[in-house]
């Protein structure tokens, strides 16, 4: 678990209930559960797409993608969910894959944007721009209230 | 679990899952590079094998068992035309003292075709099956076997004090097999199982699950044209459980007339023949 995740700072929108310590420490507990939960859900919708963007960049293997994604602060994604993402990718022609022997060290599955994947992953950034946006502007008119 | 148990017990669920071989391979390699590359714990990168390997079949739209059942892909195609009759039982009637158990009951079962034996506890299954074994003798009727027959019983079968490859030899033995055969056969049955019986492990301090696979094995010995199995899979984990069925269409495949006792009602549609002994009603002498 990343310690950037999930902290109780990133609780400031939830106004306290008590201001008693063991009650806020409960409440901490709870949210820091659900928090990850939801980043869990979040992330299970837009991964496919993360990954497409980050390949459409420059060819990589799974180790690299989900370093890349920890870096990014999107959260540490584990091979369990990481390669059924690719799998289903490649099986849906998004991207190709080979084993090849990288310039350093063993071989490798490398996986590379089509131009299909590269058609969707315009497309659907489009869609999720105008999702997030609208997302953005609901939870900003309440916080505003 | 280390990496090299995490694998191959990957590569294991992954077959079961039916993943094409090929995409196996590819599959279980790409995990070892990442394992390597990562050096974190494979159970905390991929979680079990049987999870990651179910991920890895709906990813890629391998045909999955319902989620949580454990039901096996029949093998396609038409199964084989049925052979010749191996196992012929007519109106086997069995009574303990007033109560009567068995009550007219018939059953063909051909080479090439599997009868499942279902009914609540107590209405005879496994009384049955020893009256088929000849084990037990019913009060009326005649059971006819054509050919070898090998049973497994629902437990007990094994002796204690002995190792695994010493049932073999001494099972082996009774059925024309010399001790290096009958050590082949049994560790090639066992491999079907995912078990592997060398090793100098005394048959009480096997677990349930593993005993039964040595009853498994032993009623194999000696390729019998007729097999008998008395709910041989309890104390089987889902993988073994699956194996065992695999198994199960192998052996149907290569013309065996087989019978098994089974509650399981999930597995009846790939069988060929029920024989349902619930009684009609609460029947009295």
């Keep these: 678990m990343s310690p950037r995740s999930g902290t109780c700072a990133t609780s400031g ?24 939960e939801r980043r869990g859900q ?31 602060g999107i959260g540490p994604i584990q091979g369990g969910t990481l390669y059924p993402v690719l799998l289903r990718l490649q099986r849906t022609g998004l991207v190709t894959a ?5 310039a350093a060290g063993p071989a490798r599955k490398y996986y590379r944007i089509t131009p299909s994947g590269a058609d969707t992953l315009r497309r659907t950034a489009v869609d999720w721009d105008a999702f997030t946006a609208g997302v953005g502007m609901v939870l900003r008119e309440e916080r505003t209230r | ?26 599959v279980v390699a790409e995990a070892a590079t990442h394992l390597r590359d990562s050096g974190e714990p494979p159970l905390q990168v991929f979680g079990l094998p049987a999870n990651y390997a179910a991920a890895v079949a709906e990813s890629v739209g391998t045909p999955r068992p319902g989620a949580g059942v454990a039901r096996v892909a029949a093998p396609a195609g038409p199964p084989p035309a049925p052979g010749p009759v191996r196992l012929d039982v ?34 005879g299954k496994s009384t049955f099956l020893r009256i088929c074994a000849g084990l037990l003798s019913p009060d009326s009727g005649q059971v006819r076997v054509y050919g070898k027959l090998g049973y497994c019983p629902q437990s007990g079968g094994t002796n204690d004090y002995l190792y ?40 009480r ?13 032993m009623a194999a010995l000696g390729e019998p044209d007729v097999l008998l199995l008395d709910e041989p899979y309890q104390g089987f984990d889902r993988g073994t459980y699956l194996d065992f069925w695999q198994q199960l269409w ?36």
Aim: aromatic share 6%; glycine share 8%; proline share 3%.
């Design chain 2, 164 to 203: 695994p490859e010493e049932h073999f030899a001494l099972v082996g033995a009774g059925r024309g097999l010399d001790r290096a055969e009958a050590r082949a056969a049994g560790r090639s049955h066992a491999a079907a199982l995912d078990w592997d019986p060398a090793g100098r492990t005394q048959a």
């Design chain 2, 250 to 285: 192998r052996w149907r495949a290569d013309g065996r007339a087989i019978v098994v006792v089974t509650h399981l009602l999930n597995q009846l549609d790939r069988v060929d023949t029920v024989l349902d002994l619930t009684p009609a009603r609460e029947t009295s002498a």
């Design chain 2, 90 to 123: 007519r109106g086997i009637t069995k009574r303990y003292r007033r109560r009567t158990v068995l009550s007219d009951v018939d059953l063909t079962v051909r080479a090439g075709e599997i009868a499942a034996v279902v009914g609540a506890n107590g209405a």
């Design chain 2, 1 to 26: 679990m280390n990496s090299d148990g995490w694998l191959h017990a990957l590569t294991g669920e992954l077959h079961r899952r039916g993943v094409d071989a090929d995409l196996s391979r590819h």
């Design chain 1, 98 to 102: 080979q084993w090849r022997e990288g």
């Design chain 1, 42 to 72: 979040w992330l299970r919708g837009v991964l496919d797409l993360c990954v497409l963007a980050l390949l459409h960049r420059r060819e990589s293997y799974g180790y690299e993608l989900a370093q890349s994604l920890d870096a990014t």
């Design chain 1, 13 to 36: 929108s939830v106004p306290p209930r008590d201001t008693r310590l063991p009650r806020q420490l409960a409440d901490c507990a709870t949210f820091f559960a659900v928090d990850q």
């Design chain 2, 205 to 217: 301090h096997l677990s349930g699950g593993t005993r039964q696979k040595l009853n498994l094995v």
